[in-house]
Every structure is written in C-alpha cells, then in structure tokens.
C-alpha cells in the first residue's frame, strides 16, 4: 500500500486508503442520512455522479483543511454508494471514466512538477501498485522496460505507438509525462470500474432513496434498446470451421475468435474445448492465453480486433448482413 497524505487521498479516493480513513473517521451510513452536516456530503457525491453523467470533470478542492479532505473523500464514497443502490451500471460506468480522467490530470501534473519530487515520486508508486509498471524518472522523461511498455501499448493502434518510432535506450522506452499516464489511461478507468462493481451492495438507507430515485430516471436517457441474434459472424463461424476441421488457425485468427466468445460473456472454460482439435493443442497453453486475454491473469481485457484489422489479416469473410459495423462484436445487433 503506497503511504499517502490527506491531500493524495483526495486525489485518489478510489485508493484502498480512502476506505481506511471512513473507518478511522467512524462514521457509519446512517450518519450521513441524518447528521445535517454529512448530509451535504451526500448532495455533494449526488453532484459528483451527475458530473461524470453530464461527460464533466468533478472539480475538487484540493485545500487540505479538516471540512474540505471530509468532503472530498466522503463524497466519492458515498457516490459509489449511491450507484450501488441505484444498480444502474452505465452510471458506474461513466462515473469511473470521469474519476479516472479526473486523477489523470492529478497524476500528470504531479509528474511534470520538477519542483515537487515527492508527488511525482508518489505517482509513480500508484501507477507501479495499481498496474504493476515500473517506470522511472531520468532528466526530463520518464522510461519503461520494453517489455512492460509493449504490454500496456497493446490496444494502441495510432503510428506513434508503435515501438519503432518509439525512442529507446537501454532496453527502455522514453515517454512524456502526458504518455506516462495516457498508457494506463484505461486501465484506470477499469481499475475504478471493476472496484466499484467488486464492492458489496448495502440495503437501502432511509434518506438516500430520493437521490437513487433521481440517479435510476437519469439513467433512462442511456437506455439503448437492441435485438441481438446469436448467429456469430462469418468470420468467426470460418475461424471455428478451421478448428473444427483440425486445420491450423493462424494466432490472429485465434485472437479474434477467443476476444469474441469472452466479448460476448464466454468464459475461458467454455472456450478452451473449442481449441481442442488444433494441430498444436496443449490445454495449459491455451487456458493460460485466455486467461490473459480475459484478463483474469493480467490487468488488460483484450478487445475483439476491428473488422478492418480482420480484413488486413484475410480472416474476414464478409456477407450484406456484415454492413456498416466495424466490430465482428457489433454483428447481428440492431436498434429498436
Ligand atoms: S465485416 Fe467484420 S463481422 Fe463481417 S466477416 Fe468481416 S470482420 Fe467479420
């Protein structure tokens, strides 16, 4: 656990300290129902939810007085309280974005301060702790091992990401303090995310079920209602057709068929026997890729790759039905 100050705390609240500091506070929930000084700690955390709805950044003040660190930490909790009994999981959604974009901008500027070591020393202790990447700080950039910034750069598809027109020396990729943390910009995000969805569901406190009435009506101008068929898109109905047949399914064409299915809400136990005819079939091998692409041994959830990606492989196959998506995920979907 990296040791954090109370004005850190109100940078990260999503950091496992913050939960320590409600519980050294003992407050319980009750208290912010009825307690008329929590209780603008709870139209604050409503504000910070309709905030991240509205595609805005929650504005904090970052003076570290006794009120201000109360109710900038407070208020993230108590949203994702909020969210919790709400159970509308596109407002979780988009509220982790906006906090995850909200602490980029705290980790950026922290990095760039030359005059203050430690906050930017105290950045790259959150993005080691959080996504296990060791970056360093030498003159003016920052550097990652090759191996940890091909990792992270995976889902990057734009030029200057590529390794070649990266610079490097020593075996280490130079980045900005703006790439540092455009890196890990989204698993951030799900870092946040998946925090949230982990944590337990509490009853409902008398005194909040106005703003979670508020936060499940706001939630309806997202709804998108679609009709999915189950019928797999070409390319993939050819990809399991060559497995099928015991032929040799070259690596992106077992990327995209495992990205899919666990796109899809397959798991690696229902995926992994589809692989089972491969003329290299090893079943340790292949649960260990899908764990890694599931991301349930690594921090990245791998993305189905693009139709125009498919395309460039020869793996794509396409049919009318195929017009206009550009994700064989997309496939069979249609508004109503
Ligand atoms: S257009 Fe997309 S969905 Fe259709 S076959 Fe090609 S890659 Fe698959």
Not at 110 to 131: H, P, Y
Not at 298 to 326: A, H, M
Request: proline fraction near 4%; hydrophobic fraction near 35%.
């Amino acid at each position: 656990m990296v040791n954090l100050g109370s004005d850190e705390i109100i940078k990260y609240p999503f950091l496992d300290e913050a939960g320590k500091y409600l519980s050294d506070k003992g407050f319980s929930l009750e208290d912010f129902a009825t307690n008329a000084d929590l209780k603008k700690i709870v139209e604050s955390a409503f504000e910070r939810i309709t905030t991240a709805i509205d595609g805005r950044i929650y504005k904090s003040d970052l003076t570290t007085n006794n009120s201000s660190t109360t109710n900038e930490i407070f208020s993230f909790l108590i949203a994702v309280i909020l969210l919790k009994l709400s159970g509308m999981n596109t407002l979780t959604r988009r509220f982790s974005l906006a906090e995850a974009r909200r602490a980029e901008k705290f980790l950026e500027t922290d990095l760039k301060n030359q005059q203050n070591t430690r906050n930017a020393k105290i950045s790259l202790e959150i993005l080691q702790e959080l996504f296990s990447v060791t970056i360093q700080k030498e003159d003016e950039y920052f550097t990652i091992p090759i191996a940890d910034y091909l990792k992270h750069s995976v889902n990057f598809h734009e030029r200057e990401w590529k390794l070649i027109n990266r610079k490097i020396l020593h075996g280490k990729v130079q980045l900005t303090s703006h790439e540092t943390v455009r890196l890990v910009r989204k698993e951030l995000d799900r870092y946040i995310f998946l925090k949230i969805n982990s944590s337990s569901s509490p009853q409902m406190i008398q005194g909040f079920e106005s703003y979670v009435t508020k936060l499940k009506t706001l939630a309806k101008k997202f709804e998108v209602k679609t009709v999915e068929s189950t019928e797999y898109p070409p390319c993939i109905k050819h990809a399991i057709e060559v497995l099928e047949k015991g032929e040799n399914l070259s690596h992106s064409g077992r990327f995209l068929l495992a990205t899919f299915l666990l796109n899809k809400g397959q798991t690696v136990e229902q995926i992994a026997p589809l692989f089972k005819n491969a003329p290299d079939y090893n079943e340790k091998v292949t649960r260990y890729q899908l764990n890694q692409l599931s991301g349930t041994s690594g921090t990245t959830q791998y993305k189905c790759p693009s139709c125009e990606k498919v395309k460039s492989q020869n793996l794509c196959f396409p049919i009318p039905d195929c017009d206009p998506i550009i994700n064989p995920i997309q496939f069979g979907r249609k508004r109503i």
